[in-house]
Nanobody, 123 residues
Framework: HVQLVESGGGSVQPEGSLTLSCAAS????????MAWFRQAPGKEREAVAH???????ICATSVKGRFTVAKDNAKNTMVLQMNRLTPEDSAMYYC??????????????????WGQGTQVTVS
């Protein structure tokens, strides 16, 4: 099994930056698709970025040009660098993983492994 732990959330002013990290532990020997999702109160969970085991990254249109994702396979970590944050980016951010399935992924239900989430507040 793979376990995921996010860190790095917090409060920031608009136009500020935050860096989130996702640390994977457990059975990381097999190829794993990873992703960042976010969910604001009263809203559906939405994908921020999907990361293919080969390194291809798909970012949501709403964050393109502002957010970047980096994956370090040697350290089993994934980083979400968020710049030029707006209040609309406020949400609980989750790291997720899956072993296979569709690419690009269609829904968040495909991901079976989730971290506990880290809160990002922009105000």
């Amino acid at each position: 099994h793979v376990q995921l732990v996010e860190s790095g959330g917090g409060s920031v002013q608009p136009e500020g930056s935050l860096t989130l990290s996702c640390a994977a532990s457990g059975d990381t020997s097999r190829a794993t698709y990873m992703a960042w999702f976010r969910q604001a109160p009263g809203k559906e969970r939405e994908a921020v970025a999907h990361v293919h085991p080969d390194g291809e990254i798909i970012c949501a249109t709403s964050v393109k040009g502002r957010f970047t994702v980096a994956k370090d396979n040697a350290k089993n970590t994934m980083v979400l660098q968020m710049n030029r944050l707006t209040p609309e980016d406020s949400a609980m951010y989750y790291c997720a993983a899956k072993r296979g399935g569709a690419w690009p992924p269609i829904t968040h239900f495909e991901y079976k492994i989730w971290g506990q989430g880290t809160q990002v507040t922009v105000s």
